[in-house]
């Protein structure tokens, strides 16, 4: 099973809302990722999470929040976004940082 | 610092027939990744293939295999037999091991005609 759950799939937010995306996988895999991509780009790095602690955070702003509950759970905290912040927010996963990464579904969020 | 250069927006096969997608990087780390993924329009990025810079031979994952020239700083992507639904957005991809930083090219979106 190489799955890679992400909730919600659509996500339309105001630049004064506070809300979460949410990623979970069963595999067994000790790191996780959050990457954004923009229409016809191709994905960027945003956060990593290795063995449930922050490992890489490639100069993201401060209203992105990452959050590692668990070996399972990624939560990616957003609060007082701009327009330019929409964008489909991926999640990835994998066994440990140096081997293949596993993509969930992706959130497609939208700041009005 | 690591770049990926896929120098082909987009790329037309015919059904059945074989396709290479370029894909060049630069580094300067002795150790890296190299990693293939297909996008869908649906959106999610589908792993396919990966070559490790120490690997000798050439990785081969049924109908994907990756041309690797490490001398030349290449890793292109051959598919053979495409079929209709590999019609997709192909990113190659690189890790470096020093810093576990992973960079994405541009894509090649690829349209395979019936």
């Known amino acids: 099973d190489t799955e890679v759950t992400q909730t919600p799939k659509h996500l339309v937010m105001g630049m004064t809302n506070k809300k979460s995306l949410k990623c979970e996988q069963h595999?067994?895999?000790?790191?996780m990722y959050w990457y954004k991509q923009k229409a016809k780009k191709p994905p960027e790095l945003m956060f990593v999470?290795?063995?449930?602690?922050?490992?890489i955070n490639e100069s993201v702003p401060s209203r992105f929040s990452p959050e590692c509950p668990n070996s399972s759970l990624l939560n990616l905290h957003l609060h007082a976004l701009q327009p330019e912040d929409s964008a489909l927010y991926l999640c990835?996963?994998?066994?440990?940082?140096?081997?293949?990464?596993?993509f969930g579904p992706g959130t497609r969020l939208t700041v009005t | 610092a690591q770049k990926i250069t896929q120098t082909q927006p987009g790329m037309f096969v015919q059904e059945k027939e074989a396709v290479t997608l370029d894909c060049t990087y630069d580094t300067s780390d002795p150790s890296y990744g190299l990693f293939w993924y297909k996008q869908p329009s649906s959106g999610e990025m589908i792993f396919l293939i990966y070559?490790?810079?120490?690997?000798?031979q050439n990785a081969t994952e049924g109908r994907y295999s990756l041309n690797f020239q490490k001398a030349r700083k290449s890793a292109n992507l051959v598919i053979s037999a495409s079929q209709l639904g590999d019609s997709a957005m192909y990113f190659c991809?690189?890790?470096?091991?020093?810093?576990?930083?992973?960079?994405f090219g541009a894509g090649t979106r690829l349209t395979v005609k019936p």
């Open positions: 999470y290795s063995y449930e602690k922050l490992s």
């Open positions: 070559q490790g810079s120490y690997d000798q």
């Open positions: 595999m067994g895999h000790r790191a």
């Open positions: 990835a996963s994998s066994q440990a940082e140096d081997y293949e990464q596993y």
């Open positions: 991809a690189m890790r470096s091991y020093n810093n576990n930083d992973m960079r």
